[in-house]
């Protein structure tokens, strides 16, 4: 009891550890009279993130107290790139766990690397056998012997290869500490590397890579991106693992769950400590195939924490989709389903609509005429742009710094839905109208300026139907559009009137149809042309910057 007391005592401390500054949680942990054992109790992809946070040059002495699995962990996530191996990054993972530890470090590259060591040694080092009659004058500057027999040098290019990193102190290094431990390994594993067929080695080591991590809860890339199945509600089987989880769960990944939510809500409500460590074990392992699936590289919490923000956007709207039909509590859903097929129904919500979206693209007017998707200016490009993305995204237009965001509830669904619902009924408004083919061709087109310039040309009598306007139509075109009085200018009710005059008698439909179906797109055409140049004189009018109109710039 008093062991179990003490290990959870740890385990409580640890979480504490997790949750400081960087470099608090080093000073705290180094200062722990069981230092070792803290480290050792920290998840493997947390002490990844702890090391990166910290600084990897600096965190030497936590990787000194790691595991051989946290080895074996950021050796893997760090030294490959894709299917490759990146020189650069093993060089300085080796480096450091050198410096680390110089014997243990030997010994768990030659025992535990074997492949990638010699892949290593094979890119970065030159190897010379060499006999009594050899003439050594051109191994080089740099050459180095430990028997007299095997040459090793740097090879020119290595430090190219590797960031341009000082290789020989460490290769140097290395090979002497090799050959003490076991001289007869040393050479065996030189002459090896140099005969080395380098592709069959290192797809070899990739598949062990590949093998060691789906263990930890990273299944390979083929593998990951199956979290992106469309799946109904009603068609996710009741299932839920009666085996405790084989790792306990990454804490930073579990302690970025945000307070409240459909997911975290329900997770507060299961009233069962084995099933919340199941629950959590099998969110981080959710996170886990997300980072696969998106090949995102977690290298802080800050990285970390738009996959947890998105798992939980996901299968919260799984939760609720499926208690919608099922008339089942938000707890009991989660206690009798996998959080994957959860996830997988939250996402078929957009993928619906991606397909809703592209099914449409494919038959639709602007499409049939060779029109980009930029036609439909930059409001509506973005949001069918997001949804018609491999993975469909929420148009943010950089409120949040990114032009691009995650769905985080059926709320922003319905609301980019809505959206595309505007953008179809518009498309089928403009295929009921004549349009001349020379003016699809008009640069910078776009539904705004096709439509106006169209009833600008009615307006104004003007007598070509294919040639844009010039400035002094457009000058003309505004007197008619505002009303009469002080600045800024709003769109007369006659002017309104007179554009959906013109629409009903272009496309034969009566005004209450075309209100229906565009009504509130045009109101906001008019309130964006009130905003835009209600405040401008007409004479300071520039064909160069009214983007509303089809205008002659060449003038």
Same mark, same amino acid.
């Given at each position: 009891?008093?062991?179990?007391?003490?290990?959870?005592?740890?385990?409580?401390?640890?979480?504490?550890?997790?949750?400081?500054?960087?470099?608090?949680?080093?000073?705290?942990?180094?200062?722990?009279?069981?230092?070792?054992?803290?480290?050792?109790?920290?998840?493997?992809?947390?002490?990844?993130?702890?090391?990166?946070?910290?600084?990897?040059?600096?965190?030497?002495?936590?990787?000194?107290?790691?595991?051989?699995?946290?080895?074996?962990?950021?050796?893997?996530?760090?030294?490959?790139?894709?299917?490759?191996?990146?020189?650069?990054?093993?060089?300085?993972?080796?480096?450091?766990?050198?410096?680390?530890?110089?014997?243990?470090?030997?010994?768990?590259?030659?025992?535990?690397?074997?492949?990638?060591?010699?892949?290593?040694?094979?890119?970065?080092?030159?190897?010379?056998?060499?006999?009594?009659?050899?003439?050594?004058?051109?191994?080089?500057?740099?050459?180095?012997?430990?028997?007299?027999?095997?040459?090793?040098?740097?090879?020119?290019?290595?430090?190219?290869?590797?960031?341009?990193?000082?290789?020989?102190?460490? +290769?140097?290094?290395? /090979?002497? &500490?090799? !050959? @003490?431990?076991?001289?007869?390994?040393? $050479?065996?594993? *030189?002459?090896?590397?140099?005969?080395?067929?380098?592709?069959?080695?290192?797809?070899?080591?990739?598949?062990?890579?590949?093998?060691?991590?789906?263990?930890?809860?990273?299944?390979?890339?083929?593998?990951?991106?199956?979290?992106?199945?469309?799946?109904?509600?009603?068609?996710?089987?009741?299932?839920?693992?009666?085996?405790?989880?084989?790792?306990?769960?990454?804490?930073?990944?579990?302690?970025?769950?945000?307070?409240?939510?459909?997911?975290?809500?329900?997770?507060?409500?299961?009233?069962?400590?084995?099933?919340?460590?199941?629950?959590?074990?099998?969110?981080?392992?959710?996170?886990?195939?997300?980072?696969?699936?998106?090949?995102?590289?977690?290298?802080?919490?800050?990285?970390?924490?738009?996959?947890?923000?998105?798992?939980?956007?996901? +299968?919260?709207?799984? /939760?609720? &989709?499926? !208690? @919608?039909?099922?008339?089942?509590?938000? $707890?009991?859903? *989660?206690?009798?389903?996998?959080?994957?097929?959860?996830?997988?129904?939250?996402?078929?919500?957009?993928?619906?609509?991606?397909?809703?979206?592209?099914?449409?693209?494919?038959?639709?007017?602007?499409?049939?005429?060779?029109?980009?998707?930029?036609?439909?200016?930059?409001?509506?490009?973005?949001?069918?742009?997001?949804?018609?993305?491999?993975?469909?995204?929420?148009?943010?237009?950089?409120?949040?710094?990114?032009?691009?965001?995650?769905?985080?509830?059926?709320?922003?669904?319905?609301?980019?839905?809505?959206?595309?619902?505007?953008?179809?009924?518009?498309?089928?408004?403009?295929?009921?109208?004549?349009?001349?083919?020379?003016?699809?061709?008009?640069?910078?087109?776009?539904?705004?300026?096709?439509?106006?310039?169209?009833?600008?040309?009615?307006?104004?009598?003007?007598?070509?139907?294919? !040639?844009?306007?010039?400035?002094?139509?457009? $000058?003309?075109?505004?007197?008619?559009?505002?009303?009469?009085?002080?600045?800024?200018?709003?769109?007369?009710?006659?002017?309104?009137?007179?554009?959906?005059?013109?629409?009903?008698?272009?496309?034969?439909?009566?005004?209450?149809?075309?209100?229906?179906?565009?009504?509130?797109?045009?109101?906001?055409?008019?309130?964006?042309?009130?905003?835009?140049?209600?405040?401008?004189?007409?004479?300071?009018?520039?064909?160069?910057?009214?983007?509303?109109?089809?205008?002659?710039?060449?003038?």
């Amino acid at each position: 009891m008093k062991e179990l007391a003490t290990a959870n005592g740890l385990a409580r401390y640890r979480d504490q550890v997790l949750a400081l500054d960087p470099e608090k949680a080093q000073d705290a942990i180094l200062d722990h009279p069981q230092a070792a054992d803290l480290v050792r109790l920290i998840p493997e992809q947390d002490f990844l993130v702890l090391v990166h946070e910290i600084g990897p040059e600096d965190a030497v002495p936590l990787l000194n107290l790691a595991s051989p699995e946290q080895w074996e962990y950021l050796v893997d996530m760090e030294a490959w790139r894709g299917g490759l191996v990146s020189l650069a990054e093993t060089s300085r993972w080796l480096e450091l766990l050198f410096s680390a530890d110089p014997a243990r470090a030997v010994l768990w590259f030659v025992s535990e690397q074997t492949q990638l060591l010699e892949l290593w040694l094979f890119n970065v080092v030159s190897i010379h056998l060499a006999d009594e009659h050899d003439d050594l004058s051109g191994l080089g500057e740099g050459a180095f012997t430990l028997d007299g027999t095997l040459y090793a040098r740097v090879r020119d290019e290595a430090e190219s290869m590797t960031r341009h990193r000082d290789l020989l102190p460490l +290769v140097r290094g290395f /090979l002497d &500490e090799m !050959a @003490a431990q076991d001289f007869l390994k040393y $050479q065996s594993c *030189l002459l090896e590397s140099a005969g080395l067929i380098a592709a069959e080695t290192q797809e070899e080591a990739f598949r062990l890579r590949n093998v060691r991590l789906a263990e930890k809860g990273f299944p390979p890339f083929e593998e990951a991106v199956g979290i992106y199945e469309y799946s109904k509600p009603g068609n996710i089987p009741r299932s839920r693992s009666k085996n405790p989880p084989a790792s306990e769960a990454s804490r930073m990944a579990t302690g970025l769950i945000p307070e409240a939510g459909p997911f975290s809500d329900a997770l507060a409500l299961v009233d069962s400590g084995a099933q919340t460590l199941r629950l959590q074990a099998e969110f981080a392992a959710l996170c886990n195939r997300l980072i696969v699936a998106d090949r995102v590289a977690v290298h802080s919490r800050q990285d970390l924490a738009p996959v947890v923000e998105k798992a939980c956007g996901y +299968v919260g709207m799984g /939760l609720l &989709e499926t !208690a @919608a039909l099922t008339g089942e509590s938000p $707890q009991a859903i *989660l206690q009798g389903h996998l959080l994957t097929d959860l996830f997988r129904v939250g996402y078929g919500l957009v993928l619906k609509l991606k397909f809703d979206a592209a099914n449409w693209r494919a038959k639709a007017w602007f499409t049939q005429k060779g029109l980009p998707l930029s036609f439909w200016g930059e409001q509506w490009l973005g949001v069918l742009g997001g949804i018609l993305l491999q993975k469909p995204k929420r148009y943010d237009a950089y409120k949040n710094g990114k032009l691009y965001g995650e769905f985080a509830n059926k709320q922003e669904i319905i609301k980019a839905q809505e959206t595309l619902a505007r953008i179809m009924a518009f498309d089928a408004f403009l295929s009921l109208l004549s349009i001349p083919q020379t003016w699809l061709s008009l640069p910078s087109l776009s539904y705004k300026n096709l439509v106006l310039t169209l009833w600008a040309r009615e307006l104004l009598k003007a007598p070509s139907q294919t !040639a844009p306007l010039e400035i002094q139509q457009a $000058q003309k075109f505004f007197r008619l559009l505002w009303e009469k009085g002080n600045k800024p200018r709003r769109v007369s009710l006659e002017a309104k009137k007179a554009f959906l005059d013109f629409l009903a008698s272009a496309s034969g439909q009566d005004h209450a149809r075309i209100l229906q179906s565009i009504g509130q797109s045009l109101e906001e055409l008019f309130l964006e042309l009130e905003a835009e140049y209600g405040g401008i004189s007409l004479k300071n009018l520039d064909a160069r910057y009214l983007p509303h109109l089809c205008l002659n710039t060449n003038g």
